[in-house]
């Protein structure tokens, strides 16, 4: 059983950094398929960033901005989120999967998700 824990959300202006965490147990990351998925309120769930043997993916929307990273050392991967922008204010939830048969932004083809955490962007 995997288990997924965010953290590292918050309250930024516009231009501004958050780094989110995503502490993993019952897996080590290293054989997982890990990935950022954001949600906005009336918005479909976005795939943000993948990342798998080290290798990251990137949405259209956040690339350039946006890093993927993990320390299989703490088994926990990260979002280093930067020049955030009001439209990336969403609930972010980390996930994980062992094999990816689709799209590796795909939500649906994730098994296992953390509950979440909030990142507004203000004007």
């Known amino acids: 059983q995997v288990r997924l824990v965010e953290s590292g959300g918050g309250s930024v202006q516009s231009g501004g950094s958050l780094r989110l965490s995503c502490a993993a147990s019952g897996y080590t990351i290293s054989s997982l398929y890990m990935a950022w998925f954001r949600q906005a309120p009336g918005k479909e769930r976005e795939g943000v960033a993948a990342i798998v043997t080290g290798s990251p993916f990137y949405g259209d929307s956040v690339k350039g901005r946006f890093t993927i990273s993990q320390d299989n050392a703490k088994n926990t991967v990260y979002l280093q989120m930067n020049i955030l922008k009001p439209d990336d204010t969403a609930m972010y939830y980390c996930?994980?999967?062992?094999?990816?048969?689709?799209?590796?932004?795909?939500?649906?083809?994730?098994?296992?998700w953390g509950q979440g955490t909030q990142v507004t962007v203000s004007s």
């Open positions: 996930a994980a999967v062992e094999g990816v048969v689709g799209h590796i932004l795909a939500s649906t083809e994730y098994k296992y």
